[in-house]
């Protein structure tokens, strides 16, 4: 399910800067050469600016599929896309991709310094612009212990890094981009409960003033988003607030109860 190579059209237009809404018009989608087995269907779906919208579901629903059309990974085999009214596939993918961050459970990092790697894709930043997107990250603290600092070379893929580290890294590094448009998926689920606690916070910080969606399997963490959509089987399900979820005796409550039903403590949905 790698990310196929999206053409872009030869007279694609620049996306202008993002301050409407995110619209699904009736979009399927599946993978090229399964159009039999589409992981997407028929989904209608408006994420105005502002908005934190959460998507939940269970595994193989659809979730990060869905997200993953917003910048293009991925085109839609059925419906649009829009962005302010724009059809995706019409405007180039640099001016897309440049109102979009993303942060996700794998993190991309770079045998590089922890400088260049918050900074990636912005070579001519001012380091104490870097400093700043760390702080906010909660990232500056355990920066400064390295050996090097913000000079110290952190290995392939951060190896030298706790994962809780490395994904305060990528949080600063999308705080430094400072999208409109922010993607959250799993950004927390391979995380114990002190880095996790850590990462949660630098996520607050980095939501404020952005359009968000947000996937995650521990329903703890959605719970407080403006609206949750419930993915089952490539359809929306649902889609509310957490209490209007609870209410309805649906696919939500029965994710919910899976999660809550003996304790007061979260337990993670089978993945």
Do not use: C, W
């Not at 979009?27 to 919208?53: N, R």
């Not at 993918?93 to 260049?116: A, E, P, Y």
């Amino acid at each position: 399910d790698s990310e196929q190579e999206i053409p872009e059209k030869a007279n694609a237009a620049v996306l202008p800067p993002f301050r409407g809404s995110i619209v699904f018009d009736d979009v399927s989608f599946a993978y090229e050469g399964e159009l039999e087995k589409p992981v997407l269907q028929h989904i209608q779906l408006e994420v105005k600016a502002g908005e934190v919208l959460a998507i939940v579901g269970s595994s193989g629903a659809g979730k990060s599929t869905l997200v993953q059309l917003i910048p293009r990974f991925f085109d839609v085999t059925g419906g649009r896309l829009l962005i302010d009214g724009h059809d995706v596939r019409e405007v180039t993918k640099t001016s897309l991709r440049r109102q979009i961050g993303m942060v996700t459970q794998d993190t991309i990092l770079f045998n590089d310094t922890v400088r260049n790697n918050i900074a990636y894709g912005q070579p001519h930043i001012p380091s104490a612009e870097v400093q700043d997107a760390a702080r906010a990250a909660i990232a500056h603290g355990f920066i400064e212990d390295l050996p090097q600092g913000y000079d110290t070379v952190i290995g392939e893929r951060g190896v030298r890094l706790s994962g809780g580290e490395r994904q305060r890294l990528a949080i600063a590094r999308a705080l430094l981009k400072n999208a409109p448009i922010l993607i959250l998926d799993e950004a927390t689920s391979a995380l114990d409960a002190e880095n996790e606690s850590l990462v949660q916070a630098a996520l607050q910080n980095l939501m404020v003033g952005r359009t968000v969606l947000v996937i995650a399997h521990r329903l703890s963490t959605v719970r407080h988003a403006d609206r949750i959509v419930v993915l089952e089987a490539g359809g929306i399900a649902d889609i509310g607030s957490h209490e209007d979820l609870l209410t309805r005796l649906g696919t939500y409550k029965r994710l919910y109860d899976l999660q809550f039903v003996d304790a007061d403590v979260p337990r993670v949905l089978v993945e």
